[in-house]
DNA sequence: GGAGTTGTTTAGGA
DNA sequence: TTCCTAAACAACTC
């Protein structure tokens, strides 16, 4: 489910809890969310501690601590963060879970394609601070897609865009819709783009990051209907440029959907 | 019961 | 060696 912008929408709800101690941590140990986890160190570490902040980038998140400790999530495809009552019981897909005073703050992801990461330290850890820029930020650069193209010219677009070291927060549907706007095939080959194809993929990453950051992060809304978003799981669903019926295919190991008329082979 | 799901990692092939 | 693809992970819905 979540990519850029719902990522963000989920931090925000863990903002009631920012200066608050953490007075209990319950956990599923043995699960897979868990699998790069020092549970007991988590544990031992976040009882008693402060959430002092909280930041995004791309689909992951990093939660700062007192006591120098960190809390890495990644959220797979059902991942998500709630806020509950202070007497909330964790059911068996709700991993972890913060009490606090006055609230809980719960994890939960069904299917634990997710990723739960804990460091102690003055510093945030590197699996953090290595992270590439992500497409909404002033590093990511027309050269830098150029470069990122070249370095996979042999793939499909559509695999390039959802490779996280190269546009973190982009994934299945983003990638669609960035590939609509710039009126380019999802099946082409990312060597095979020339200058025009090149600006006018940039600026389509970074229209639609912005458009999600705007409208998806607030309040978790779904784009206007002028968006390809709002047709792609619609049988008989049609193009809302050309009006045309959209192709459904599998690209990239994903499924796929875009204007045969007007995105370019 | 089978197929599909807004993600990532890994094994194996080209 | 490097790069790309398909399968696996786990649980739910249609």
Known sequence: M???AEVEFFRTRWDCGLGQRVLRVRLHADNRIFRKTDTAA???TLTGAALRSSVAHGKQLLFRFSHEAWLGLRFGMTGELRSEGPKFVPGRHEHLVLGQARRSL????ARQFGLVRFHQGATAPDWWSELSPTVDSPAFTRDRL???LKR???APLKAVLLMQEGFPGIGNWMADEILWRARLSPRLR???LDDTDVFALWRAIRLVAAGALRIVAPSFADPPASWLFRHRWEPGGKCPRD???LERATVGGR???WCGQCQEE
């Open 2 to 4: 979540p990519e850029l």
């Open 42 to 44: 988590l544990v031992r």
């Open 106 to 109: 719960v994890f939960a992801d």
């Open 146 to 148: 150029k470069e990122l």
């Open 152 to 154: 996979h010219a042999r």
């Open 190 to 192: 990312a060597g095979q």
């Open 243 to 245: 009006g045309s019926l």
């Open 255 to 257: 499924t796929t959907v």
